[in-house]
């Protein structure tokens, strides 16, 4: 690689840095974010997933950000810097991939396409350095078979359905140069690693790794949202693309996918581009965007580089411009009108800032809540009620500093609506001085799905109702202490 290619690679990354880093210190995220970070803070205090806490996800995420909790303690800001160095790396490899099949041109432009897409919305898990490995795998995998496989089984040990698709495309990448051998040594390094990996996990936990992890599947139609067709605002060009990105992605896919059957080419991106279909399918919101909007735009670029006739390679480049511009059109707003922010006032937040109502809040409620559960006394954060959930606010009990009382930092339906985990929680709740509700309208919204509907399970409620009572109030937050 020359001096020059070095280079540009470094100002691509520099430029998809500065896009995903300006809103670093931007809010936080009540249920993903303190869900990431409360089972990062449990494995950096020894605590093993799917044993000692409930997990529906792989362990690689979390155990990376136990790491910075063991280097530099519980912080919402340091997974934002590793958080913006995947993204800039996603978007140079998106670049890296595109130029090598489609010519720097498009390459171009899936760079900006990607950088967006990864830009925005932020979050700890596990999609971005999912990515970032699998497209890594896709690189390596003409002169490195063995390299790729590795990279593909990492993935895997951090999400697993993006390191099969990402180990399936690289043999496929293999296989299409002629490297017969190389394909064949693929599949093997990427098990291999995977399942080095995740062995640990799997010998600790037995089979309540399996359990959660793919049992979660069972449930996931409680949080599936109706695909989005039916506009009924006003025109809005900006508004118009947000809401119908998911059937553009769509679109666009199936026009690849077309494409690809006619050329008889492409087909290396193919799995990632169906579990990214898959993954939007499963419920269409914003964070359910980004792994196919990542890899379709690089699929639209390469096969725009590669098509010679003007029509099929024009609706290929409008698909992509699409793409490019719903990020950048995001991502111009929040720098043109940035919302009033205030700090909030824990020792984790290092600097991070959340709506000004909030951080009042929290500036009342957490030393009282620490006076009343001393010397780290659990606290359990509960949501409005436990019979119909929509998301929980774990995060607040990274910014009291206080563990929660029971092994269920995952406040979702189908798991914590269940007769059998609500018995376990009242059992665990012995003990514990203080619950919080947290009473958001973000936790009271109604969905379309099965959220909305009572599981007909009162146990905790009732147990909470039974044991606490009222004591203040500040906020969205209600704190109970023990009668």
């Known amino acids: 690689m ?6 540009a690679g470094a100002l691509l990354a520099l430029g998809a840095a500065a896009l995903s880093a300006f809103t670093i210190l931007r809010g936080y995220g009540p249920h993903d974010e303190g869900l990431m970070l409360a089972w990062a803070r449990r494995i950096a205090d020894g605590q093993w997933p799917y044993r000692d806490f409930w997990s529906n996800y792989a362990p690689g995420q979390p155990l990376l950000l136990a790491a910075l909790v063991k280097l530099f303690g519980p912080s919402l800001l340091w997974w934002r810097i590793v958080r913006v160095a995947i993204d800039a790396t996603v978007s140079v490899l998106a670049f890296a991939y595109v130029r090598r099949e489609g010519g720097t041109g498009w390459a171009l432009g899936a760079w ?3 950088a967006g897409a990864m830009a925005w919305p ?13 497209l890594g795998a896709l690189l390596l995998a003409r002169r490195a078979p063995l ?14 359905e993006i390191g099969v698709a990402a180990a399936l495309g690289a043999v496929l990448e293999a296989r299409r140069r002629g490297a017969e051998g190389g394909a064949a040594r693929v599949a093997p390094a990427a098990t291999a ?10 010998i600790v936990a037995g089979g309540a790794m399996t359990d959660q992890v793919l049992g979660f599947a ?20 900006n508004k118009l693309l947000e809401f119908y990105l998911p059937a553009i992605l769509v679109a666009g896919s199936a026009l690849w996918a077309g494409w690809a059957l006619v050329r008889r080419d492409g087909f290396v991106l193919a799995p990632l581009i169906a579990v990214g279909v898959a993954y939007l399918l499963a419920r269409t919101d914003e964070f359910h965007l980004v792994p196919l909007s990542v890899v379709l735009a690089i699929a639209l670029a390469c096969a725009a580089g590669r098509e010679t006739h003007v029509l099929p390679r024009a609706a290929l480049g409008v698909a992509l411009a699409l793409v ?3 990020g950048l059109e995001r991502r111009a707003g929040q720098a043109l009108h940035p919302p009033a922010l205030a700090a909030i006032p824990a020792p984790a937040a290092d600097g991070v800032r959340t709506a000004p109502a909030d951080a009042a809040a929290l500036r009342a409620l957490i030393p009282y809540v620490r006076a009343r559960a001393p010397g780290g006394a659990p606290v359990l954060v509960a949501p409005p009620r436990y019979d119909r959930v929509r998301v929980g606010d774990p995060m ?4 009291l500093d206080r563990p929660n009382p029971t092994r269920y930092d995952v406040v979702q339906p189908g798991v914590v609506t269940t007769a059998k985990v609500q018995r376990e929680m009242a059992r665990d709740l012995r003990g514990t001085p203080v619950v919080v509700r947290w009473l958001s309208a973000l936790a009271r919204e109604r969905e379309p799905n099965g959220s909305s509907r009572s599981s007909g399970v009162f146990v905790l409620d009732r147990a909470i109702a039974r044991g606490y009572r009222p004591a203040a109030r500040f906020g969205d937050y209600v704190v109970l202490v023990r009668r």
Do not use: K, M
């Open 2 to 7: 020359s001096r020059r290619e070095v280079a």
């Open 122 to 134: 932020s979050g700890p898990g596990p999609t971005a350095p999912a990515l970032a490995l699998g």
């Open 193 to 202: 690693v995977a399942v080095l990996s995740l062995a640990p996990f799997a």
């Open 147 to 160: 390299g790729a496989g590795a990279l593909a089984g990492l993935a895997v040990f951090v999400r697993p």
């Open 324 to 326: 490019a511009i719903h």
């Open 112 to 114: 900006v396409a990607v």
């Open 218 to 237: 069972s449930v996931q139609d409680l949080q599936r949202l109706p695909f989005p067709l039916d506009y009924d605002e006003g025109f809005d060009p």
């Open 396 to 399: 607040l009990g990274v910014l």
